[in-house]
């Protein structure tokens, strides 16, 4: 399975508004959305047979932050590799970015061009 | 003295003897007064007196004026006994004694009540107190004593015309080195007797009092200088004296200046050292001069040495306190700027599902995907809902930490009807976090309340048993009893740890981490202080992993006067 195209953008959001819209306006534009509300969720997905080619990823959640989520990915083989873009309103965003060493961040509220623009680097357009 | 150097006179004696306890102590505080200055004015009578009465140095002065600040002018019967019984014993006639007395007793009477009337501290370590000392009493209570005493004499015969003069300096000088140099050293000593347990203190004062006297016995020792000035001799001690000025403040000040007079007095008396002149009288004239320029010079140098420590303590405690407010201020400064980068946190969250929705809304292919457009509405609602909501928070915090939490209190407000309006607000909330609400309310539960700040208690805990509430079941009952309404709120998620239960109503203070719940942490406060407005108390009872039930009793009556006022300002 790993190296295949699943064209799978996994979104991770508590905000449940905000996670319906994000997924449906990706599904628009030809992607596949997981929808996951918390950490764990993601975390549970992952764990089965389908690779994401890139996680949206909240970072302020209950249940499994952002955090401990990225935390858990790097020391899972296979999970390391996958981009993982922030879509959080933390004020410091770029720093936070920074320090995570993740491929991305798109700043809340989103501005929809620049998170279509990163989803389209990351996986090509459709 | 005799009276306490024999037999030991305790309270029973006194109480036997019939006569009242604290007359009885006065009584012997008196004698020993007068035992002592007798004593004392003996040794100074040693000195070649001018006219046979008028010392160079008066040493009785100094103890009256000193026995009168510490122990209060009622003891003054001991100074004049002392002061008759000396005289009396060294040949004057009854009335001239008895002239004398009174200047002496007036003298000590005056200083000491002057001194009172300026604040005068006895401890010398003011600059003020030095100089009120020097000016009030040294200088000009002691022109009474000069000028009664000289008068007796003259009047009883004792002093001719042409000597007058020459004998009232001679006493007023005297009179002037006694409240000078002995009054000073009681007194330092009298108001701190606490000795260093310091070794290397211990070992300094010695060192210092061993070369101050062997340093006073090699300059007034000497054999008379032929051509030297007298000063030229006694600048040797200055270092030392300051150094006890420096290093043992008025005490050690005080102390080593009375012993360089001590030793300067024997001396010349016995006919040695730089003050020496053909006439004892002479010699003690000059002796006079040196002691009336070095009392004053190191007093004023200690009290000004002991104003710039206490200076210096105080500003270093000035120091210290500012880096507390600062610490403060700091940590305020940090409260404020989470305040604020959680405050746009929460603010972005609604306003960024309005803007995905709206683009979703403009990319829809309506063709396809046909939807109703009541649900699109029902979704735009609920985040302008959240936002509004979100700003009426922002402003109770501002009126609340500003004073202006006025409230409105009406009769007949319904909490039932309240409970159910909010819990109708909060249906697409809690639908969206899957919390099932169960409301068990009376019909009617009405008091005297301000609708708009119940309203703020019942969203904001419902808000929180949302937020917190881990997608189960809420349960609110509301319940009157005629005199005070309760209001439950209940959820089952995380539950808040016991020591967390009084920290969660203060303000910015959340029962988890950052990292998990936005929030400002300021819902359970607002409620909290809109709740002791109306006069009620909210509390909390929780267990992790179970839930927690928030409490609520208000009044129904109302908010006392006092009371309102009271959490206005909170």
Not at chain 2, 58 to 66: D, E, H, N
Not at chain 2, 253 to 271: C, H, R
Request: glycine share 10%; net charge neutral.
């Amino acid at each position: 399975m790993q190296g295949d195209r699943t064209d799978v953008v996994l979104v991770v959001e508590d905000d449940r508004d905000c996670l319906d819209a994000v997924c449906e306006l990706l599904r628009f534009e030809g992607y596949r959305t997981v929808a996951a509300t918390s950490g764990r969720e993601a975390l549970d997905y992952l764990r089965g047979p389908e690779r994401p080619e890139l996680i949206l990823l909240d970072l302020m959640m209950p249940v499994m932050s952002g955090w401990q989520l990225l935390a858990s990915l790097r020391q899972t083989a296979g999970l390391a590799a996958v981009p993982v873009v922030l879509l959080s309103a933390d004020a410091d965003l770029k720093q936070r970015a920074r320090e995570l060493g993740v491929a991305g961040y798109v700043r809340k509220p989103v501005d929809v061009e620049t998170l279509l623009n990163v989803v389209r680097r990351h996986i090509g357009a459709r | 003295m005799q009276f306490s150097d024999g037999r030991p006179v305790g309270r029973e004696d006194v109480a036997e003897a019939g006569s009242p306890k604290v007359p009885s102590r006065y009584v012997l505080s008196v004698l020993a007064l007068a035992a002592l200055y007798l004593a004392v004015a003996k040794l100074g009578l040693e000195m070649d007196p001018v006219s046979g009465f008028a010392t160079v140095v008066w040493p009785p002065t100094g103890l009256a004026l000193a026995a009168l600040l510490v122990g209060g002018r009622r003891l003054w019967p001991g100074v004049a006994l002392g002061a008759f019984l000396v005289n009396w014993w060294i040949g004057a006639p009854v009335p001239t004694a008895l002239g004398i007395a009174a200047g002496n007793t007036l003298e000590a009477v005056i200083g000491a009540f002057v001194l009172e009337r300026v604040e005068f501290r006895r401890s010398l370590d003011r600059l003020r107190d030095v100089l009120a000392l020097i000016g009030l009493a040294a200088l000009a209570s002691t022109l009474v004593s000069a000028t009664m005493g000289v008068g007796s004499l003259f009047l009883g015969g004792i002093v001719a015309r042409d000597r007058l003069f020459e004998t009232w300096r001679a006493w007023w000088v005297g009179d002037v080195i006694g409240d000078l140099v002995v009054a000073p050293v009681l007194l330092a000593w009298v108001s701190n007797l606490r000795m260093s347990r310091d070794p290397r203190r211990i070992l300094e004062a010695a060192a210092l009092g061993a070369g101050l006297f062997g340093g006073a016995l090699a300059v007034f020792r000497s054999a008379p200088g032929a051509e030297q000035t007298a000063f030229g001799h006694v600048y040797a001690l200055f270092p030392l004296l300051i150094w006890a000025a420096v290093r043992f403040g008025q005490r050690g000040a005080t102390s080593t200046t009375f012993l360089t007079s001590v030793v300067a007095i024997g001396y010349t008396v016995l006919g040695r050292g730089p003050f020496v002149r053909p006439a004892l009288g002479e010699s003690l004239l000059s002796l006079q001069t040196f002691m009336s320029i070095v009392a004053p010079t190191f007093l004023v140098l200690a009290a000004a040495i002991s104003e710039r420590q206490g200076a210096i303590e105080d500003l270093e405690g000035g120091r210290a306190a500012l880096g507390e407010v600062n610490r403060e201020l700091a940590q305020a400064v940090r409260a404020r700027d989470s305040f604020i980068s959680m405050a746009s946190h929460e603010l972005r969250t609604p306003l960024n599902a309005l803007r995905l929705q709206l683009a979703v809304l403009r990319r829809h292919p309506r063709a396809e995907e046909p939807e109703p457009p009541g649900e699109w509405s029902q979704l735009l609602e609920r985040q302008v809902f959240r936002l509004t909501r979100l700003v009426n928070s922002l402003l109770d915090v501002s009126r609340i930490a500003a004073g202006r939490l006025a409230l409105e209190p009406e009769d007949d407000v319904d909490l039932a009807a309240v409970v159910r309006e909010v819990a109708e607000q909060f249906d697409g909330e809690l639908r969206r976090a899957c919390c099932p609400l169960s409301l068990r309310a009376e019909s009617s539960v009405l008091g005297r309340w301000d609708e708009l700040r119940l309203d703020g208690v019942v969203a904001n805990l419902l808000s929180n048993g949302i937020k917190y509430g881990a997608g189960k079941p809420i349960e609110i009952v509301v319940e009157g009893d005629g005199d005070t309404a309760r209001l439950l709120v209940r959820d089952h998620g995380i539950g808040i740890a016991p020591e967390d239960q009084a920290r969660i109503f203060e303000r910015f203070e959340r029962g988890v981490s950052g990292q998990h719940v936005g929030g400002l942490g300021l819902g359970l406060w607002i409620a909290r202080t809109f709740v002791e407005a109306l006069g009620g108390r909210i509390r909390v009872e929780s267990r992790l992993g179970e839930g927690s039930t928030f409490t609520v009793e208000l009044p129904m009556r109302g908010p006392t006067p006092a009371r309102s006022a009271t959490a206005t300002s909170a």
